[in-house]
Protein backbone atom coordinates (compact mmCIF):
# COMPACT_ATOMS: atom_id res chain seq x y z
CA UNK A 1 0.00 0.00 0.00
CA UNK A 2 2.98 2.34 1.03
CA UNK A 3 4.37 1.74 -2.61
CA UNK A 4 1.38 3.10 -4.73
CA UNK A 5 0.97 6.03 -2.42
CA UNK A 6 4.59 7.36 -2.72
CA UNK A 7 4.15 6.51 -6.64
CA UNK A 8 1.28 8.75 -6.33
CA UNK A 9 3.05 11.22 -4.09
CA UNK A 10 5.82 11.28 -6.95
CA UNK A 11 4.04 11.67 -9.76
CA UNK A 12 2.28 14.65 -7.99
CA UNK A 13 5.81 16.57 -7.16
CA UNK A 14 6.21 15.73 -10.66
CA UNK A 15 2.98 17.08 -11.70
CA UNK A 16 3.37 20.29 -9.07
CA UNK A 17 7.46 21.12 -10.79
CA UNK A 18 5.46 20.95 -14.16
CA UNK A 19 3.28 23.71 -12.68
CA UNK A 20 5.52 25.82 -11.42
CA UNK A 21 7.50 25.76 -14.53
CA UNK A 22 4.41 26.64 -16.34
CA UNK A 23 3.31 29.41 -13.87
CA UNK A 24 7.03 31.30 -13.57
CA UNK A 25 7.36 31.11 -17.45
CA UNK A 26 3.91 32.66 -17.76
CA UNK A 27 4.96 35.24 -15.53
CA UNK A 28 7.96 36.11 -16.86
CA UNK A 29 6.06 36.34 -20.02
CA UNK A 30 3.80 38.72 -18.80
CA UNK A 31 7.00 40.92 -17.65
CA UNK A 32 8.04 40.44 -21.19
CA UNK A 33 4.71 42.04 -22.75
CA UNK A 34 4.81 45.09 -20.28
CA UNK A 35 8.34 45.47 -20.62
CA UNK A 36 8.06 45.50 -24.57
CA UNK A 37 4.95 48.12 -24.28
CA UNK A 38 6.77 50.72 -22.24
CA UNK A 39 9.21 50.45 -24.53
CA UNK A 40 7.13 50.66 -27.69
CA UNK A 41 5.82 54.03 -25.74
CA UNK A 42 9.15 55.03 -25.52
CA UNK A 43 9.84 54.35 -29.24
CA UNK A 44 7.21 56.53 -30.11
CA UNK A 45 7.99 59.35 -28.45
CA UNK A 46 11.59 58.99 -29.88
CA UNK A 47 10.04 58.65 -33.50
CA UNK A 48 7.79 61.68 -32.82
CA UNK A 49 11.07 63.91 -31.90
CA UNK A 50 12.43 62.20 -35.13
CA UNK A 51 9.52 63.80 -37.02
CA UNK A 52 9.59 67.20 -35.57
CA UNK A 53 13.57 67.39 -36.35
CA UNK A 54 12.67 66.42 -39.86
CA UNK A 55 9.74 68.80 -40.17
CA UNK A 56 12.35 71.50 -38.61
CA UNK A 57 15.07 70.34 -41.42
CA UNK A 58 12.39 71.65 -43.82
CA UNK A 59 11.60 74.45 -42.09
CA UNK A 60 15.35 75.66 -41.94
CA UNK A 61 15.91 74.97 -45.75
CA UNK A 62 12.54 76.91 -46.70
CA UNK A 63 13.84 79.50 -45.31
CA UNK A 64 16.87 79.62 -46.59
CA UNK A 65 15.25 79.29 -50.20
CA UNK A 66 12.50 82.08 -49.64
CA UNK A 67 15.80 84.05 -48.54
CA UNK A 68 17.42 83.62 -51.97
CA UNK A 69 20.11 81.32 -50.51
CA UNK A 70 20.10 78.23 -53.16
CA UNK A 71 23.87 77.14 -52.67
CA UNK A 72 25.47 74.44 -50.03
CA UNK A 73 22.66 74.52 -47.87
CA UNK A 74 24.88 71.74 -46.23
CA UNK A 75 27.38 73.83 -44.56
CA UNK A 76 24.61 76.52 -43.27
CA UNK A 77 25.00 76.11 -39.39
CA UNK A 78 21.49 76.49 -38.88
CA UNK A 79 21.25 72.86 -41.38
CA UNK A 80 24.03 71.25 -39.93
CA UNK A 81 22.15 71.91 -35.95
CA UNK A 82 19.15 70.80 -37.56
CA UNK A 83 20.95 67.67 -39.03
CA UNK A 84 23.00 66.84 -35.83
CA UNK A 85 19.61 66.77 -34.19
CA UNK A 86 17.96 64.50 -36.72
CA UNK A 87 20.88 62.16 -35.96
CA UNK A 88 20.36 62.08 -32.35
CA UNK A 89 16.78 61.17 -32.35
CA UNK A 90 16.79 58.87 -35.21
CA UNK A 91 20.01 56.97 -32.87
CA UNK A 92 16.91 56.81 -29.95
CA UNK A 93 14.78 54.91 -31.77
CA UNK A 94 17.47 52.52 -32.90
CA UNK A 95 18.65 52.20 -29.16
CA UNK A 96 14.88 51.45 -28.17
CA UNK A 97 14.90 48.56 -30.92
CA UNK A 98 17.85 47.24 -29.52
CA UNK A 99 16.29 47.45 -25.60
CA UNK A 100 13.24 45.47 -27.17
CA UNK A 101 15.48 42.88 -28.74
CA UNK A 102 17.60 42.27 -25.51
CA UNK A 103 13.55 42.25 -23.75
CA UNK A 104 13.26 39.31 -25.97
CA UNK A 105 16.46 37.59 -25.38
CA UNK A 106 16.59 37.53 -22.03
CA UNK A 107 12.74 36.51 -21.58
CA UNK A 108 14.25 33.43 -23.86
CA UNK A 109 17.16 32.35 -21.68
CA UNK A 110 15.11 32.74 -18.68
CA UNK A 111 12.78 30.94 -20.40
CA UNK A 112 15.38 28.07 -20.64
CA UNK A 113 16.73 28.24 -17.50
CA UNK A 114 13.14 27.59 -16.18
CA UNK A 115 12.70 24.69 -18.10
CA UNK A 116 16.07 23.32 -18.08
CA UNK A 117 15.52 23.59 -13.76
CA UNK A 118 12.40 21.92 -13.70
CA UNK A 119 13.32 19.39 -16.00
CA UNK A 120 16.54 18.19 -13.88
CA UNK A 121 13.92 18.04 -10.79
CA UNK A 122 11.50 16.00 -12.69
CA UNK A 123 14.72 13.34 -13.62
CA UNK A 124 15.86 13.49 -10.40
CA UNK A 125 12.36 12.22 -9.52
CA UNK A 126 12.72 9.74 -12.24
CA UNK A 127 16.34 8.26 -11.14
CA UNK A 128 15.00 7.89 -7.24
CA UNK A 129 12.01 6.12 -8.34
CA UNK A 130 14.46 3.68 -10.20
CA UNK A 131 16.60 3.51 -7.63
CA UNK A 132 13.80 2.45 -4.86
CA UNK A 133 12.19 0.08 -7.42
CA UNK A 134 15.86 -1.57 -7.49
Known sequence: MSGILGKVFSMLKKLGYLGMQYAYTIV??????IKIQLQ????????NKMEKAYSGL???????????????WKNMP?????LKTIEE????????????E?????????????????????AAMRS???QDTE
Open 58 to 72: GAEIYSLYKQGEESD
Open 128 to 130: EQS
Open 28 to 33: HWGLKL
Open 102 to 122: NVQNNYLNKKGEIKEKYSSKR
Open 40 to 47: KRKRSRAQ
Open 78 to 82: AVQQE
Open 89 to 100: AESKVFQVDEAI
